[in-house]
């Protein structure tokens, strides 16, 4: 017996039959044909915590109702599948706070304030019946429409938010937004605003959430460019809005923007959430180092501006502080790959391994989407040529694993040093030894013996610079 068939004879007989209705996404879905999800939302004509508490109390829930009394909804989980309950209401928000107004309200008012005619299908949990009070819904999901149950204006002051949603839904569908719904999104794009703490509405982490599930999309180059159009994406994102128009050189037959959205298109689905992201800000830092000159145009260093440029925007939008991390390192390397030409040494392909180390798969995804948006007179470096030539210098010693043949507490008592950073500056000299195949990686006799000469020198140098200042 499904979860749904449990409910309904959990229920039947009760104060409660012909009250409680399934609502949102399992409707729409189960229109569309496409696979629900084993969660449920019920809209309940009355107190939705009583009802929570109530299938408790019969064992249909695996653990006591979480209850949010100020909205009256109240969450309980079975079997796995979690259902939301909520007592039928009206909401909205005063443009002060994040937090809305709810007061309660009949089923047709708690349909009207829900966010798309797609959404506001009901079915009667106890007879299977599906009512559609606006007379939009079953049509609109059968034309794949996007559409406000109430005017734009009203639902999407009644929490902004709907707006990204909007743009989300349409790509993940394949829907299309009707003309009065996307003239008030361009209307009210400005309510979604994270650069300003003054009159912020909607949250930072209600704004990543749909982002994400955006570009996470099967089309997110089209989400992107709504988002772009709209006005939406300078509100959070303004930095990536800023690429917009940004001329490239000959290599490229896009600007910035264009060619970014090209390369995000070109990821392959099942791509994650940080290589999508790297492949987002990967030319973010252009617009603020963009030069020209007689021999044409430049964006020096544009990786290190970006990566830095990448965090920045991320932190904004509250995300977890190792994804951060990881996208910005994606960002500042993500030109190694395609600096390697033909001609290279094989100590200087093992530099490269070392220098990207277990970001080698990210990276080539990255540069695969990359230059496959660059323009038709581009020359690209060949990737196939690069993990080959990659292949086989792992073969030989893999770069990525390589060890100072001395410790640190060896250095230091080699050199008569305390720890500081000549220590890791010697490690790092040594292991570049064994990757010019001038050191074995076991000989300690040669390290020692090279280290001693070069830190001589090191040491000289270090002594000069001091003086200098």
């Not at 009802?51 to 979480?66: E, T």
């Not at 049509?139 to 005017?151: C, E, G, Q, S, V």
């Not at 600096?339 to 798969?361: E, I, T």
Request: charged letters at 30%; a negative charge.
């Amino acid at each position: 017996m499904d979860i749904v068939e449990r409910l309904r004879e959990a229920t039947r007989g009760s104060e409660w039959e012909g009250r409680l209705y399934i609502v949102g996404g399992t409707i729409r879905d189960r229109l569309l044909g496409r696979p629900s999800c084993p969660d449920l939302d019920i809209v309940v004509e009355g107190d939705a915590l009583e009802v929570a508490h109530r299938l408790y109390d019969l064992g249909l829930s695996d653990h006591r109702p979480v209850v949010y009394p100020r909205f009256g909804t109240a969450r309980i989980t079975y079997q796995g599948a979690e259902i939301e309950l909520a007592s039928a209401r009206a909401e909205s928000y005063d443009g002060r706070t994040r937090k809305p107004e709810v007061r309660p309200a009949t089923l047709e008012d708690d349909i009207l304030r829900r966010d798309f005619t797609m959404n506001t299908l009901v079915m009667g949990l106890h007879d299977g019946i599906i009512e559609d009070k606006t007379g939009y819904g079953i049509a609109d999901i059968r034309d794949r429409l996007i559409r406000t149950p109430l005017d734009p204006s009203q639902t999407f002051a009644d929490d902004p938010l709907r707006m990204l949603r909007a743009i989300r839904f349409a790509v993940a569908l394949d829907f299309t937004i009707v003309p009065e719904t996307w003239l008030g999104i361009c209307e009210q794009a400005g309510r979604i605003d994270l650069m300003h703490g003054v009159g912020r509405i909607v949250s930072a982490e209600r704004v990543r959430d749909e982002f994400f599930k955006t570009i996470g999309s099967p089309d997110p180059a089209s989400g992107l460019r709504m988002l772009q159009e709209s006005g939406l994406l300078r509100g959070f994102l303004p930095e990536l809005s800023d690429m917009d128009g940004v001329g490239q050189n000959a290599w490229h037959s896009d600007d910035v923007w264009e060619h970014t959205l090209r390369a995000v298109a070109a990821l392959p689905a099942q791509t994650d959430l940080a290589v999508r992201l790297g492949v987002l800000f990967h030319d973010v830092g252009k617009p603020a180092t963009r030069t020209e000159d007689q021999r044409g145009v430049h964006f020096y260093e544009h990786e290190k501006v970006g990566a830095q440029m990448t965090r920045v925007a991320l932190q904004r939008l509250c995300v977890p502080g190792d994804l951060v991390r990881r996208v910005g390192d994606l960002v500042a390397l993500h030109m190694r790959l395609g600096q390697m030409r033909p001609g290279w040494s094989r100590s200087a392909v093992h530099r490269l391994v070392r220098d990207v180390g277990d970001r080698l798969a990210d990276l080539e995804t990255i540069a695969r989407a990359d230059t496959s948006a660059m323009g038709p007179d581009a020359e690209p470096t060949d990737i196939d040529m690069v993990m080959e030539r990659i292949d086989e210098a792992n073969a030989e010693l893999n770069a990525a694993r390589i060890t100072s043949p001395l410790s640190g507490t060896e250095i230091m008592q080699l050199l008569g040093l305390r720890s500081g950073p000549a220590i890791g500056s010697a490690k790092e000299f040594l292991i570049n030894e064994i990757i010019e195949g001038r050191l074995s990686p076991g000989d300690k006799a040669l390290a020692g013996d090279l280290l001693a000469e070069w830190y001589s020198g090191y040491a000289a140098t270090v002594d000069a610079r001091g003086q200098g200042e």
